[in-house]
């Protein structure tokens, strides 16, 4: 079984602030989403029960302080990271890795 992700992030986040996770999933399994700043602290964690096999996922980031984080995204045995950073500037920056 395989967790397929996608991101997307609004170009001008100065005025959104959100990074948006689609997970394409087995239905018969949950999915926990885990997000780690760069000293190893959780940020956000949320588990989604099976049933559905996608999921959108929607993070508020306007109150991340600049830095990388790492998003995990968990399905049975499966683990799919991905790292991202915050970059505050005149404008909100996101980069996926």
């Given at each position: 079984m395989q967790i397929t992700p996608s991101f997307r992030c609004p170009q001008?986040?100065?005025v959104a602030s959100k990074l948006w996770v689609g997970i394409e999933k087995p239905a018969d399994q949950g999915v926990e989403l885990t997000i780690f700043d760069d000293r190893q602290r959780i940020v956000f964690h949320q588990y989604h029960t099976k049933g559905n096999a996608m999921l959108v996922q929607r993070f508020d980031i306007k109150n991340l302080y600049d830095g990388e984080y790492a998003l995990y995204i968990r399905s049975g045995k499966e683990i799919v990271k991905k790292i991202f950073t915050v970059k505050t500037s005149?404008?909100?920056q996101v980069v996926l890795k």
């Open positions: 001008d986040l100065s005149e404008m909100t």
